[in-house]
């Protein structure tokens, strides 16, 4: 079965939904726990601080993807999509490591605010491309693989992110989650040549292979 689902689906969408799995399964291990190391690690951290770093992300993110995509809708072809993708999630992967560094509360808010940066620029433009790529006939397949890669990432990585802060504190949990988050970023290099040129004169894509 696995198998036959392999070859029903092209290379630019497999990628894609395996970096979708990485990613979320980096940032499920410390999603759920963010709070606690914002108030037991954080100089002046607390329940207010916590909401007001997820408020800042949350927020940001959404002000910000609009005008991205926005602008990357105005530039015809996929490179621009592509490294809007990469770019982003390699912001996304620096974002933990800013976390370990961290002592105060503005710390945090900044790091949310680049972690929002990242994810706009990464979100709307890995969409994009992924609805180009998806296979003819395989489209509720495709988007089902995804739905299934972020669930068992995040869902995986979210049992086990507090039982190693517990175990190794949090530096290791965030370097863990920067490592897994840089493996999905640089996943994109796989599909760099599949990239869509500009759209031709009739305003049409051509067909991506399967």
Same mark, same amino acid.
């Given at each position: 079965?696995?198998?036959? @689902?392999?070859?029903? *689906? ?8 395996? +970096? ?10 410390? +999603? ?27 927020? /940001?993110?959404?002000?910000?993807? *609009? ?16 490294? /809007?993708?990469?770019?982003?999630? *390699? ?8 976390? #370990? ?6 710390? @945090?808010?900044?790091?949310?605010? *680049?972690?929002?940066? =990242?994810? &706009? ?6 969409? &994009? ?10 489209? &509720? ?11 068992? =990432?995040?869902?995986?990585? =979210? @049992? ?31 599909? &760099?040549?599949? #990239? ?6 009739? =305003? ?7």
């Amino acid at each position: 079965m696995a198998t036959g @689902i392999r070859r029903r *689906i092209n290379k630019v969408i497999k990628v894609l939904v395996f +970096s979708d799995l990485f990613l979320n399964a980096g940032w499920g291990l410390i +999603s759920p726990i963010l709070a606690v190391f914002i108030i037991g690690n954080i100089k002046g951290g607390s329940v207010e601080v916590a909401g007001m770093a997820v408020g800042i992300y949350l927020l /940001a993110k959404s002000f910000l993807q *609009i005008p991205i995509a926005n602008y990357l809708d105005m530039n015809h072809g996929e490179k621009d999509d592509y490294l /809007a993708m990469f770019l982003g999630t *390699i912001l996304a992967a620096i974002t933990p490591i800013i976390f #370990i560094f961290s002592t105060l509360p503005w710390h @945090i808010y900044v790091a949310q605010g *680049i972690h929002a940066l =990242g994810m &706009a620029m990464a979100v709307p433009s890995w969409y &994009a491309i992924f609805g180009r790529h998806i296979t003819k006939r395989r489209e &509720a397949l495709c988007w089902g693989l995804d739905s299934t890669s972020i669930g068992l =990432g995040a869902g995986l990585s =979210g @049992i086990v992110g507090g039982f190693l802060a517990e175990s190794f504190g949090f530096i290791p949990l965030f370097i863990g989650v920067s490592v897994l988050s840089f493996v999905a970023a640089f996943l994109f290099l796989l599909i &760099a040549k599949d #990239i869509l040129p500009k759209v031709p004169q009739n =305003g049409i894509f051509p067909m991506p292979k399967s």
